[in-house]
């Protein structure tokens, strides 16, 4: 995990399952197929406890193909709720976004 992602887990994610919204969470632990030779694979993978599926990128600056390929993923794969995640300039300010308001 690099800082950012290490943050987030710890500071957003790991929140969340003390409060009891999330069962478990899991960093890199699936793979999506778009295509022959496409893949992704996001940073969080998170289990809640209304039994629904999280996927969450967190990324400190979002390029343009990032964009793309999470977009591509949640239309392919519209059962899990998508949400991309930057970190500001100052530690512990983070902006969540479903895919659907990138």
Not at 13 to 20: A, D, F
Not at 68 to 88: L, P, T
Request: net charge neutral.
């Amino acid at each position: 995990m690099n800082q950012t992602e290490q943050w987030y887990h710890d500071e957003v994610l790991q929140r969340r399952v003390r409060n009891g919204e999330l069962r478990k969470v899991y960093y890199e632990a699936v793979t999506f197929k778009m295509a022959d030779r496409a893949t992704y694979t996001p940073d969080f993978y998170c289990l809640r406890t209304d039994g629904g599926v999280e996927i969450h990128e967190t990324k400190g600056y979002w390029r343009e193909d990032d964009r793309v390929k999470i977009k591509v993923c949640a239309s392919m794969f519209d059962e899990f709720y998508w949400y991309g995640v930057r970190i500001a300039k100052q530690r512990g300010v983070w902006k969540i976004l479903k895919t659907e308001e990138f």
